[in-house]
């Protein structure tokens, strides 16, 4: 098991560019999440997705983000026209789905440091 | 609405003694509750949970104890060592969520001095 994996580990870009970040989930965990953290803040959540269907977006997911889980596996996450705001720390985190009443442990990747000059 | 607050940035103290790191909450409708370990330019690492059926967990060096009434967890670690120096996060999940989102607090910067 490899833990979950993210891909880039960093990404420089322009004001208005658009940018699509890559999560690999731990094998078999049906529940993935992104979250986002900026400096000094603890991370914030974005979105959930149970399998291939995403459930729950948080109101910090403009319509300049989408996000996609196809064939429940990885998840990307795009960001359109990106602004200096979006710079932060984008973490993926994935859990099996077989705890009850959702009490299971969040395994986090290593994230996707985006920089919007 | 800081539904998960740490309110010590930060705290010193010396290998061997112990850490004792702090989380208030104020949704009583979480039921499940975690810390993380956080190295700069790493995702957060999973420590230890504790669900609100309990008051205590334990798991070698750290033990987290759960205050429902006061809304008050705690995270020990005893003996602190230098490698343990990392931001820790505590986290919330339940509410009127049904999906596990973590609602984190803003972290507190642990320096274990040899």
């Known amino acids: 098991d490899t833990g979950v994996s993210q891909d880039p580990r960093h990404k420089i870009t322009k004001r208005g560019q658009n940018v699509t970040f890559r999560c690999d989930p731990i094998?078999?965990?049906?529940?993935l999440y992104w979250y986002r953290q900026t400096l000094g803040q603890g991370p914030e959540f974005l979105t959930y997705?149970?399998?291939?269907?995403?459930?729950?977006k948080s109101r910090l997911l403009s319509d300049r983000f989408s996000a996609e889980r196809p064939k429940g596996s990885f998840s990307t996450l795009e960001i359109q026209r990106t602004e200096q705001g979006d710079s932060a720390m984008y973490l993926c985190a994935s859990s099996s789905g077989q705890g009850a009443r959702y009490q299971e442990t969040q395994y986090f990747g290593p994230g996707t440091r985006l920089l919007v000059l | 609405d800081q539904q998960v607050k740490q309110n010590s940035p930060s705290l010193s103290v010396q290998e061997g003694r112990i850490s004792i790191l702090n989380c208030d909450y104020t949704n009583s409708m979480f039921d499940y509750f975690l810390w993380y370990k956080k190295y700069p330019a790493e995702g957060p690492t999973f420590l230890i949970s504790?669900?609100?059926?309990?008051d205590k967990n334990e798991d070698g060096r750290f033990t987290v104890f759960l205050n429902k009434s006061a809304k008050h967890l705690s995270l020990h670690i005893v003996p602190s060592q230098p490698g343990d120096s990392a931001v820790y996060f505590c986290a919330a999940s339940g509410g009127s969520s049904n999906t596990g989102k973590l609602i984190f607090g803003q972290g507190t910067t642990l320096q274990v001095k040899p």
């Open positions: 997705f149970q399998n291939e269907a995403q459930l729950e």
């Open positions: 504790i669900s609100s059926i309990k």
């Open positions: 094998s078999e965990h049906n529940r």
